[in-house]
């Protein structure tokens, strides 16, 4: 199994940056791919980002390319997204997930029913 805490949520005013971590436990060397998903109230859960964790392949929503990056640090187990340029319609819960297969094609890396562990997820708040 395993274990995912998401952290660095917060308060930020519209054009500001937070830097959201994803931090893996247990049997981490099942985690081929991560992503970013969120949830804004009243909407679906949407893909953020995703990360191939052994050749860093990274895949965007058209939402938050150019803005967003996301990251990994191997030796940490831990996954980043560098949220710049936020905007209100960024706020949401944002989860971390993590699959054991390493997904290449849109039809899985954004989908949320693919991934099998899920953190509690964090909270991030724009302003206007």
């Known amino acids: 199994q395993v274990q995912l805490v998401e952290s660095g949520g917060g308060l930020v005013q519209t054009g500001g940056s937070l830097r959201l971590s994803c931090a893996a436990s247990?049997?981490?060397?099942?985690?081929?791919?991560m992503a970013w998903f969120r949830r804004a109230p009243g909407k679906e859960r949407e893909f953020v980002a995703a990360i191939n964790w052994a050749d860093e392949i990274t895949y965007y929503a058209a939402s938050v390319k150019g803005r967003f990056t996301i990251s990994r640090e191997y030796t940490k187990n831990t996954m980043y997204l560098q949220m710049n340029s936020l905007k209100p319609e960024d706020t949401a819960v944002y989860y971390c997930?993590?699959?054991?297969?390493?997904?290449?094609?849109?039809?899985?890396?954004?989908?949320?029913?693919?991934?099998?562990?899920w953190g509690q997820g964090t909270q991030v708040t724009v302003s206007s």
């Open positions: 997930a993590g699959d054991r297969a390493t997904f290449y094609s849109s039809r899985y890396y954004s989908t949320a029913s693919e991934y099998d562990y």
């Open positions: 247990g049997r981490t060397f099942n985690t081929a791919t």
